[in-house]
Structure formats: C-alpha cells, structure tokens
C-alpha cells in the first residue's frame, strides 16, 4: 500500500507541482489548504493567498490530479497568533516577520494535526528548501535556486518535524517548476506571484494597522542626528530602522530611520553609519539538532540579507551574536537565521541590537 503524504496546496504553481511530482512517484497523496484570511471582493487586491478563491484554485489542481482534497477554515487562529501579533509589533516600533511566525505557529502546526487525522504519514510544502539525512539525522538545507530560497521562514523546524516532512521542489528552479506546470496542464500555471504579505497584499501596512489600531495610534516627533525636531509624524508604525524613503521631511542630506522609540513616539533620523551594528540578542532561539554553543556561523538577519560572519554564544534568554564586521540595520522583531554553509543551524526574533563604535562602516 502506498505511504499517504498530505500536501498544503495554496492554489499556486509550486504547491501544485509539489502535488504533482508526489503522484507521478507514487505516493497517496491528500491535498489541504487552509483558509486563512478574506479579501474585499472589488478587484482591488491581486497576488492574493489563502482566501476562499485560492481554495478554489486547489480544488481545480487536485481534480487534475485526480487526488482529494480537502479545505479547513483557520482564520480565527490565523487573527489571534499572527496578524494581531503583527499590529501590536509595528505599534512597539519593532517591524516583525510574520511569514516565519506563521509558519511555526499556524501552517505546520494545523498541518500535522490534520494528517493524522487524514492517516497521512508525511506532509509535503511547496517551500523551496531541502531535507538533507546525514549522519543518522535529518537536516534542513537552502533550497538548490538562492533566488527562491525559502529556508530562512523554516529554521525554526526540529528534527521530529523533519522527519515527516518533504520539500519536492528543494532541487529545481523556479523556471523549471513553471515549466514543468505548463507541460502538464496544471490550471494556475501561469499564476503570478504575492510578493507582500498573505494579508497584506497591496503592500500598505501603514493603512491596515491604523484600521486596527484604534486610539492607540501616537503621533510624535522626528528628530535630526543632533536630537533637533525636524518634522512630526503620524505614529511610529510608519517607520522601521534603516528606513530612507517617505519620510516625510528633507534634510538636505540622505537621512535614514536609526532609531524607532514607540515609548515617547519618537523617530530618529541619522547618516547610514550610525545603522552599523557590532552584535544582537536573541530569543525564541532554536537550534538544530547537534548544534551546541559557542560556536561560528554565518547570519542572515533578514530575508534577503547577505549571509555574514559571526560568533554565537548562549545567553540567559536566549542567544547573543557577535558580528565579525558590522552590518547595517538590524531590526527588532525580525528573525536571524544562522548558516553552515547551506545548512540551516538555527536562529531566533532579534530583541536588541548592539550599535558600533563610531567610525565603524557596515556591510
């Protein structure tokens, strides 16, 4: 008999051809999509995800394939852990990472419920990463295309979710699975891509927390490198460090957001030098398996940053890091996810950052 591998289909191209690659090897395979999130049906949102129609989309894909599929509504769940977790970060003045978040603490989590329930072995993602056995253990890996990496979002997983975990487009490109949609047919084949948040499509977080926040909306002052109130701004949710455009007012000289503090609603304006950072602390930390502390790994502190150099050391809370050479505008509230190479050893949410010494430019 078959092994049963639960797929999470969005009704896009990669989680279709992930299906698909899955039936032609054989495998029983169930799709899933979870309903997360609702959009005005005006035509004014595109890209969008994880609404009714994307299940709709799924559903297509899955008659192709002539598989099940099935539809589970988490919304309420998807409000509560993830966007208003996403207001009230941006209203603190930090700017989280709510992909990541998502990840950990709606998407995988429901997912392996749900195939146990559906007697799925194995869940299956479209997520553009590997799964590497080596040594007796399973390991999570950069996905083979560095343009469509998505392993920075799933560093948080251990070694027991990886172990039923299947990443089918890990190898390929993005051409190659677009390719690959067209010659079989998938419907969405030629469906473009989100390129802002599930929930947030249209890319203006400032108008879809200020919908949410209510009266806790501050405005304050923006300030100049020698702390003088240059411009006033409408709440600190606008601005996150290393910020250099929409700011609102012109200094004659580039300026950069350098400092967000929601306490007194200030923002702070400086030269990029005054972005460099020398170190970070951590918490949430999690790390693969057989990795111990101290130890030397590459840091990426943000989805697209550049992999840097540093020294990881355990702290009470947490993780501290140690920058070889500065880097620019690290963020409070993002994810910094730590490499060996291609291999995912871990990471956690950045709390606090360690500002350089003066002279000191960053990466």
């Not at 990463?129 to 998505?150: F, H, I, M, N, Y």
């Not at 948080?156 to 390719?179: C, D, N, Q, T, Y």
């Not at 291999?343 to 949410?349: A, E, K, S």
Request: glycine content about 10%; some cysteine; aromatic content about 6%.
């Amino acid at each position: 008999m078959a092994e049963r591998v639960l797929v999470a289909m969005s009704g896009g191209v990669d989680s279709s051809v992930a299906a698909a690659r899955l039936v032609r090897q054989g495998y029983d395979v169930v799709g899933a999509t979870l309903h997360l999130w609702d959009y005005p049906d005006d035509g004014t949102v595109r890209g969008r995800c994880c609404a009714p129609e994307d299940v709709h989309d799924a559903r297509r894909v899955a008659d192709r394939l002539e598989i099940p599929h099935y539809a589970f509504d988490r919304r309420e769940l998807f409000a509560e852990r993830i966007v208003a977790p996403f207001v009230e970060a941006y209203l603190s003045g930090q700017t989280p990472s709510p992909c990541s978040s998502c990840n950990r603490g709606v998407k995988l989590g429901e997912l392996f419920g749900i195939a146990e329930r559906l007697g799925a072995s194995r869940i299956a993602t479209g997520h553009y990463a590997r799964r590497v056995e080596r040594d007796g253990t399973v390991e999570l890996w950069r996905g083979q295309d560095p343009s469509k990496d998505q392993s920075y979002f799933l560093y948080m997983l251990g070694a027991e979710a990886l172990e039923k975990l299947m990443f089918p487009l890990g190898e390929s490109s993005k051409l190659e699975v677009r390719s690959e949609a067209r010659e079989l047919g998938l419907p969405g084949a030629e469906k473009g891509e989100s390129q802002e948040l599930c929930f947030v499509p249209n890319g203006r977080y400032d108008a879809f927390i200020e919908e949410r926040a209510g009266t806790r909306l501050r405005p304050g002052p923006i300030v100049d490198h020698d702390g003088r109130v240059v411009g006033e701004h409408r709440g600190v949710h606008r601005f996150t460090v290393g910020q250099r455009k929409n700011l609102g007012v012109a200094l004659g000289e580039r300026a950069y957001v350098v400092g967000v503090e929601a306490e007194t609603a200030t923002v702070r304006l400086g030269p990029r030098s005054e972005l460099a950072c020398s170190g970070a602390r951590l918490e949430n930390v999690t790390l693969a398996a057989g990795v111990r502390l101290p130890c030397r790994a590459a840091v990426q502190v943000r989805y697209r940053a550049k992999p840097m150099p540093c020294e990881v050391r355990a702290a009470a809370d947490g993780a501290e890091l140690a920058f070889d050479a500065p880097i620019a505008a690290v963020v409070k509230g993002q994810h910094a996810v730590l490499y060996d190479g291609d291999r995912v050893l871990g990471g956690g949410t950045i709390v606090d950052a360690t500002r350089s010494q003066p002279g000191e430019s960053a990466a």
